[in-house]
């Protein structure tokens, strides 16, 4: 079995697949999956190439795998002790780029659902949301996949992403939800004037100071349990032209917001603008990631008893890290775990991973499977 999934990684690897570029990493996959029954749907969108495998289920309910096969980019290629799309394995270490983030899970997960159907082991109906746009943009990946099943109809029960979520050991952590990030622009307008003629000028900076004095202070209230709460930084603050003797006309602060899923992007912007009343102002949002959480119950249950049995590890359930395509899964209502193997190398010079990690992996992932209920 870990045979199986170290090939299927092995000949991932070698298809150059930086990203959005997919290398033929997905057609690779269809004749994989296509013996087994899956079906393949493209979802391409803006140069992006998307696909869901489905295979109809014996049982109710549907599970689906989510990953990409973008990688990125090599780095000094130089400096890697072994190519870095040779998929080499020496001494039980599968070197390559992706080899952990993440075509390393998406062979896992292969090998797991190829495992079941060779033992005709009835099963939920399975997909697998593939995207090659995860370390890009992600304008046309996951979230026009999304689109697609919500228009369809075809949204899973739950979702498992294969983003390497463990730390030291496969399963020793998975993610069940991220904070979300608002990033804000505030530009307070004044006039500019002699410093000794203030009747004739508008400080911009007494207006911005008492102002940023508020933000700092907003309560965020309770936060979710299992998260973070919200933090509120602001992290430049520009005003000024350099000579004392000079009133300000502008004030301009960036502020960067990591919110708790307790908090919401309206609330946070109702906040500030509260807090900026009076002063003639201009805010500037960007909500690059909306917080997500999968809440306690039988399917982060599942997830957590299977690491547990075939690992014997008692998982922790996290929340932190950066963001991830999972987000767009949990918007749309899908109860959503990351689970994948361990991180230690991604995105660095020298990716690599343990074989039998993969072994580890599949395990649980065909664990999972089986075991999953609606
Ligand atoms: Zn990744």
């Avoid at 001494?91 to 997960?109: F, V």
Wanted: proline share 5%.
């Amino acid at each position: 079995m870990s045979e199986i999934a170290t090939n299927i990684a092995v000949k991932l690897i070698q298809r150059e697949s930086i990203t959005p570029d997919d290398g033929g990493c997905q057609n690779y996959i269809k004749t994989l999956l296509a013996p087994l029954g899956f079906v393949r749907t493209a979802v391409d969108a803006g140069g992006i190439t998307n696909s869901i495998y489905s295979r109809q289920g014996e049982l109710k309910g549907t599970l689906a795998f989510a990953g990409h096969t973008d990688v990125v980019p090599t780095g000094p290629v130089e400096k890697w002790a072994h190519a870095p799309f040779s998929g080499e394995i020496i001494d039980g270490i599968l070197h390559g780029r992706g080899a952990q983030d993440m075509k390393g899970g998406i062979a896992c997960w292969i090998a797991a659902v190829g495992k079941l159907c060779s033992e005709y082991t009835p099963l939920p109906t399975i997909q697998l949301l593939i995207t090659s746009d995860e370390e890009g943009d992600s304008i046309d990946g996951t979230i026009r996949i999304i689109e697609h099943m919500q228009a369809n109809g075809t949204l899973p029960d739950a979702a498992i992403v294969g983003e390497p979520s463990s730390f030291k050991h496969v399963g020793d952590t998975i993610r069940r939800g991220r904070r979300g990030v608002v990033q804000v622009k505030v530009t307070f307008h004044g006039k500019q004037g002699h410093s000794a003629y203030p009747q004739d000028a508008d400080n911009a900076i007494h207006h911005a100071a008492p102002a940023l004095a508020r933000i700092a202070e907003i309560n965020w209230g309770e936060p979710t349990e299992g998260f973070p709460p919200t933090s509120c930084q602001i992290t430049n603050v520009n005003g000024g032209t350099g000579a004392t003797n000079v009133i300000p006309g502008h004030c301009e602060a960036l502020i960067d917001i990591r919110y708790n899923p307790g908090n919401n992007f309206d609330g946070i912007k109702s906040a500030l603008e509260a807090a900026c009343a009076g002063c003639d102002v201009t805010l500037e949002f960007d909500h690059s990631a909306t917080a997500f959480s999968t809440a306690d119950g039988p399917f982060l249950e599942l997830v957590c008893n299977s690491i547990k049995s075939i690992t014997g590890i008692k998982t922790v359930r996290d929340t932190g890290g950066g963001t991830s395509d999972g987000r767009f899964l949990a918007a749309a209502g899908v109860p959503v775990v990351e689970l994948g193997t361990t991180n230690s190398t991604i995105h660095q010079v020298g990716e690599c991973v343990a074989v039998r990690e993969l072994a580890t992996l599949t395990a649980i992932y065909t664990d999972i499977i089986e075991n999953f209920e609606v």
